[in-house]
């Protein structure tokens, strides 16, 4: 079976399992983004797989000021159901005598600098699901940014797909909303700590158990939505 026949299978097992987008990237352009996991550790799986799910419109249009109660639990079960897809896309790999490696959709590794085993939006964006916007965070056609994800590397043969050549253009709908104003036109002047600060207070006061705002994400629906 040649790589665009096994892409195309896990393709359309990833989207039965739920998933709403999908892509693969090439490992090498990503590992220093590797945290903790060694890149010489991992040289025997030279994918990632990009799982992406959309989140309920619903649910974001009823954000205003921050994170409600009923998006906090939306964002946890999305996180748990990536992680069933992952484990469903490693049993199968294995099954077909490959590697897999699933990487937890929201473990964070270190808290103070804001990490986990790697970064999954740039593993979605090499696999060309999107790119990074003002609002630091993944930036898809069709989705914007309501979406979560998670990636699986693997030593499965696969079809690589390409970096989207786009980004967010004239659109700044995220930069009036932010209520700590941490995003700037300019996606590189995005203000880490000061986002981190004030989700960190806000969530603390509104007794959400998850460092998440969910503000910028609703301004940003998408360019392609019918």
Known sequence: MVDTEHYDN???LSLDLG???FGVARVASLRERF????PQGIDSLPCAISLG???????LEDIED?????YFFHYQRVNILL?????RITSHIQNQGFEALPIPASQVIDWKKQLGHLSHKHVAKEAG???IGRNNLLVTPKFGARIRLVSILTNFPLRVDEPMQRDCGTCQTCIPV?????????????????CYEWIKDFCKKRNIRQHICGICIKACPGMERP
């Open 178 to 194: 932010c209520p700590t104003s941490a995003i700037r036109e300019n996606p590189l002047d995005f203000d880490h700590i000061g």
């Open 19 to 21: 998933a709403s987008l």
């Open 53 to 59: 799910f959309h989140l309920s419109d619903r649910i």
């Open 66 to 70: 921050g994170p409600t109660p009923l």
């Open 83 to 87: 992680d069933e897809m992952a484990l």
């Open 35 to 38: 945290f903790p996991l060694s």
């Open 10 to 12: 896990l393709k359309g």
């Open 129 to 131: 699901l999107g790119w």
